[in-house]
C-alpha cells in the first residue's frame, strides 16, 4: 500500500457530552448563559477603556487587549459547543477544524505572553513607580502587545502544519466539544511521534516561559509590598495583583494539564475536562475578577451610564 499524504476525512464528528438529552438542553442553556456574559462583560471593559480617558494607562490598555482576545477566543470555541449540544452531537468540516485549531491556539499562545506582560506591568508599577511612565511608555506597550500576537500567531503556525503534515483517514469521532491540536492530531494515520515532541516542546516553551516571568514579578511584587510601611498602600497592591494571579492560576494549570502532560490526547475525557476552565469558566471570570472591586471601573461605567441617561434629553 502506497502512503499518499491524502486528507481522506471531510469532516469530524464531536461526540455527545452527555446522553441524558435533558441534561444536554440544561447544559445548553448554561453555556448560552455564559457565552451572553462573556462577550457582554468583555465588550464592556473594551468600551469603557475606549471612553473614559482615566483608564488610558497601561494596566487597562493591557485588560482591553486581554478582553479582545477573550471574545476573539470564545467566539471561535462555543458557538460549536452550542450546536453539539443542541443537536447530540455535531459535524464540522476537516477546513474549519483546522481554522478552529489555528485560532484557538493562537489566542491561547497570546494570553499566556499577554499575562506575562500585565505581570510586568505591576511589577514596573510597583516595584519600579519613579521609573514607570518612561519604561512602560506608549511605544513598549505597543511593542509588548504586537510581540505577545506575533509569539501566538508562530506557535499556532507551528503546530498547526506540523499536524497538517500528516494524513487523515480513519476514525473520525472526537469525543470532545472543539478541535485541538493534542485531540485531532490523535485521529491522523500516519506516526506522529515526532510531530508529538515538537508540539509538547512548543507549548511547554509558551506556558513555561510566560509563567516564569509571572512567577518572578510577582516574587518581587510580594518582597517589595512586605516592606511597604503603610497597611494601606500594602491592600492596595495585594488586591491588584490576587485578582491577576487568580486568573493566571486557573488558565496557565488548566492549560498545562492539557498540553504539558505526555500524550495529553489519549485521555479525551479528562482533555473536556481541562479545557472547561480555559475556555468557558477564565473567559468568564477574567472581567469579573478585574472589575469587580475596581474603583475606576466602577467610576467610568456610572459616567457612562450617565451620559446615556441624559442624551435623549439632550
Given at each position: 500500500?502506497?502512503?499518499?499524504?491524502?486528507?481522506?476525512?471531510?469532516?469530524?464528528?464531536?461526540?455527545?457530552?452527555?446522553?441524558?438529552?435533558?441534561?444536554?438542553?440544561?447544559?445548553?442553556?448554561?453555556?448560552?448563559?455564559?457565552?451572553?456574559?462573556?462577550?457582554?462583560?468583555?465588550?464592556?471593559?473594551?468600551?469603557?477603556?475606549?471612553?473614559?480617558?482615566?483608564?488610558?494607562?497601561?494596566?487597562?490598555?493591557?485588560?482591553?487587549?486581554?478582553?479582545?482576545?477573550?471574545?476573539?477566543?470564545?467566539?471561535?470555541?462555543?458557538?460549536?459547543?452550542?450546536?453539539?449540544?443542541?443537536?447530540?452531537?455535531?459535524?464540522?468540516?476537516?477546513?474549519?477544524?483546522?481554522?478552529?485549531?489555528?485560532?484557538?491556539?493562537?489566542?491561547?499562545?497570546?494570553?499566556?505572553?499577554?499575562?506575562?506582560?500585565?505581570?510586568?506591568?505591576?511589577?514596573?508599577?510597583?516595584?519600579?513607580?519613579?521609573?514607570?511612565?518612561?519604561?512602560?511608555?506608549?511605544?513598549?506597550?505597543?511593542?509588548?502587545?504586537?510581540?505577545?500576537?506575533?509569539?501566538?500567531?508562530?506557535?499556532?503556525?507551528?503546530?498547526?502544519?506540523?499536524?497538517?503534515?500528516?494524513?487523515?483517514?480513519?476514525?473520525n469521532h472526537i469525543n470532545h466539544f472543539c478541535c485541538e491540536v493534542?485531540?485531532?492530531?490523535?485521529?491522523?494515520?500516519?506516526?506522529?511521534?515526532?510531530?508529538?515532541?515538537?508540539?509538547?516542546?512548543?507549548?511547554?516553551?509558551?506556558?513555561?516561559?510566560?509563567?516564569?516571568?509571572?512567577?518572578?514579578?510577582?516574587?518581587?511584587?510580594?518582597?517589595?509590598?512586605?516592606?511597604?510601611?503603610?497597611a494601606t498602600s500594602q491592600r492596595k497592591a495585594f488586591s491588584t495583583?490576587?485578582?491577576?494571579?487568580?486568573?493566571?492560576?486557573?488558565?496557565?494549570?488548566?492549560?498545562?494539564?492539557?498540553?504539558?502532560?505526555?500524550?495529553?490526547?489519549?485521555?479525551?475525557?479528562?482533555?473536556?475536562?481541562?479545557?472547561?476552565?480555559?475556555?468557558?469558566?477564565?473567559?468568564?471570570?477574567?472581567?469579573?475578577?478585574?472589575?469587580?472591586?475596581?474603583?475606576?471601573?466602577?467610576?467610568?461605567?456610572?459616567?457612562?451610564?450617565?451620559?446615556?441617561?441624559?442624551?435623549?434629553?439632550?
Amino acid at each position: 500500500m502506497g502512503t499518499e499524504n491524502i486528507t481522506a476525512v471531510r469532516e469530524f464528528i464531536f461526540m455527545a457530552i452527555s446522553k441524558d438529552h435533558k441534561k444536554q438542553i440544561l447544559l445548553f442553556m448554561v453555556i448560552v448563559i455564559i457565552y451572553f456574559l462573556t462577550m457582554m462583560g468583555n465588550l464592556l471593559i473594551i468600551l469603557l477603556v475606549q471612553m473614559d480617558s482615566r483608564l488610558h494607562t497601561p494596566m487597562y490598555f493591557f485588560l482591553m487587549n486581554l478582553s479582545g482576545l477573550e471574545v476573539c477566543f470564545v467566539t471561535c470555541t462555543m458557538p460549536q459547543m452550542l450546536v453539539n449540544l443542541l443537536n447530540g452531537n455535531g459535524a464540522i468540516s476537516f477546513t474549519r477544524c483546522i481554522a478552529q485549531m489555528y485560532v484557538g491556539t493562537t489566542a491561547g499562545g497570546t494570553e499566556c505572553l499577554l499575562l506575562a506582560a500585565m505581570a510586568y506591568d505591576r511589577y514596573l508599577a510597583i516595584c519600579c513607580p519613579l521609573q514607570y511612565a518612561v519604561a512602560m511608555g506608549r511605544l513598549r506597550q505597543l511593542q509588548l502587545a504586537s510581540a505577545s500576537l506575533l509569539g501566538g500567531f508562530l506557535i499556532a503556525t507551528i503546530n498547526v502544519s506540523c499536524t497538517l503534515r500528516h494524513p487523515f483517514c480513519g476514525p473520525n469521532h472526537i469525543n470532545h466539544f472543539c478541535c485541538e491540536v493534542p485531540i485531532v492530531l490523535k485521529f491522523a494515520c500516519a506516526d506522529t511521534r515526532l510531530t508529538e515532541i515538537i508540539v509538547s516542546v512548543t507549548s511547554i516553551l509558551i506556558l513555561v516561559g510566560p509563567l516564569s516571568v509571572i512567577l518572578t514579578s510577582y516574587g518581587l511584587i510580594l518582597s517589595t509590598v512586605l516592606q511597604m510601611q503603610s497597611a494601606t498602600s500594602q491592600r492596595k497592591a495585594f488586591s491588584t495583583c490576587t485578582s491577576h494571579l487568580v486568573v493566571v492560576t486557573m488558565f496557565f494549570g488548566s492549560a498545562i494539564a492539557m498540553y504539558g502532560r505526555p500524550n495529553s490526547g489519549s485521555v479525551p475525557n479528562a482533555g473536556r475536562h481541562f479545557a472547561i476552565v480555559y475556555i468557558v469558566i477564565t473567559p468568564l471570570l477574567n472581567p469579573v475578577i478585574y472589575t469587580l472591586r475596581n474603583k475606576d471601573v466602577h467610576q467610568a461605567l456610572a459616567k457612562v451610564l450617565k451620559r446615556q441617561t441624559l442624551t435623549p434629553n439632550g
